[in-house]
């Protein structure tokens, strides 16, 4: 993890400000009751260009009203105006590469459990951010341990939702990681089947086949997962969702977690089992994922959006 990066502008509901402008009352109802809904974004720099794109900015906005759907918080702006506003801030910016973060929350005006009347409020504010683990993570990957906090049950907070609520949970597991030595944990799920990193989907592969658990074991409906798993169809990695104990992560040929902070981030062992070097399959999606976000791939051209 890194400091945040001071930038010139945040877009907040509706016009760009300075930075320091960018506040809250301390009494706002998202501070005391976790309500509020978000997404992490990237914005990648062409090494080969002057071009810069948005990687899957639709499909992150879209999956913002999805979760102030379902945490029944009035989003006053469309999935085309949020859109519009990312790249204005990152121009008024002046920003060739960042990472992008859409908020919406409960503002001040009322408190209590009951969120009735709070007014709602939509920044979106962005800044250089390198790889989330490291760039030594991203070449060698990592080591991780299975947390003993669970991930939240899917009818305690949907895991559809991308809620800053749930990440109390995600905070308490990686303090846990960090205790223990590992720069990442995993979560299982009240079943006791494996479930997400902190804030990443999970990968294995054995026998040349990749497998990520499903939706309904209380994952996150990644954006990044869903890349993966749309590359290796295109590249004939036989790849499915399929339910993962502890033991399988044990025994894989390969590990790795994906997400728009850690892209696409190998895993070297769990709980001490080494798993290895990134592996064959870990490195050609890696490939062909930096392709597309630097816009290398003109198939996926609706994936970008450019600056």
């Known amino acids: 993890m890194a400091d945040i990066t001071e930038v010139d502008y945040i877009w907040m509901n509706g016009k760009l400000i300075p930075w320091a402008d960018a506040n809250v009352h301390v009494l706002s109802h998202s501070l005391h009751y976790g309500s509020g809904v978000f997404e992490g974004i990237r914005c990648y720099k062409d090494p080969d260009s002057d071009r810069s794109f948005i990687f899957r900015l639709r499909d992150h906005m879209e999956r913002l009203h999805r979760s102030a759907k379902?945490?029944?918080?009035?989003?006053?702006?469309?999935?085309?105006?949020?859109?519009?506003a990312t790249v204005e801030t990152i121009r008024a910016n002046n920003l060739p590469a960042?990472?992008?973060r859409p908020l919406v929350f409960r503002g001040y005006g009322v408190m209590g459990v009951d969120p009735s009347g709070a007014p709602t409020d939509v920044i979106i504010a962005c800044w250089p951010w390198e790889a989330y683990l490291g760039e030594e993570a991203l070449a060698n990957g990592v080591a991780v341990g299975v947390s003993s906090w669970r991930q939240r049950s899917i009818n305690a907070i949907p895991p559809a939702v991308k809620a800053t609520a749930s990440?109390?949970?995600?905070?308490?597991?990686?303090?846990?990681?960090?205790?223990?030595g590992y720069a990442e944990a995993i979560m299982l799920n009240e079943e006791g089947l494996v479930c997400?990193?902190?804030?990443?989907?999970?990968?294995?592969?054995?026998?040349?086949?990749m497998s990520t658990p499903p939706l309904s074991d209380g994952v996150l409906e990644g954006i990044t997962r869903d890349t993966v798993l749309t590359i290796a169809d295109e590249l004939g990695i036989p790849a499915g969702e399929e339910s993962l104990t502890r033991s399988d992560l044990y025994v894989a040929d390969e590990v790795f977690m994906t997400g728009s902070a850690a892209e696409l981030t190998p895993?070297?062992?769990?709980?001490?089992?080494?798993?290895?070097?990134p592996g064959p399959v870990t490195r050609q999606?890696?490939?062909r994922f930096f392709k597309i976000a630097y816009g290398h791939a003109e198939e996926?051209?609706?994936?970008?959006?450019?600056?």
């Open 70 to 84: 379902i945490a029944a918080i009035d989003l006053p702006y469309t999935v085309d105006q949020l859109c519009e």
């Open 98 to 100: 960042c990472y992008i």
């Open 167 to 180: 990440y109390f949970n995600s905070l308490m597991a990686k303090l846990e990681a960090k205790e223990h």
């Open 196 to 209: 997400e990193g902190t804030g990443e989907n999970l990968f294995v592969v054995r026998n040349g086949i």
């Open 267 to 277: 895993i070297g062992s769990v709980d001490g089992r080494v798993v290895g070097k």
């Open 285 to 287: 999606l890696q490939d």
């Open 300 to 307: 996926y051209a609706d994936w970008l959006t450019q600056i």
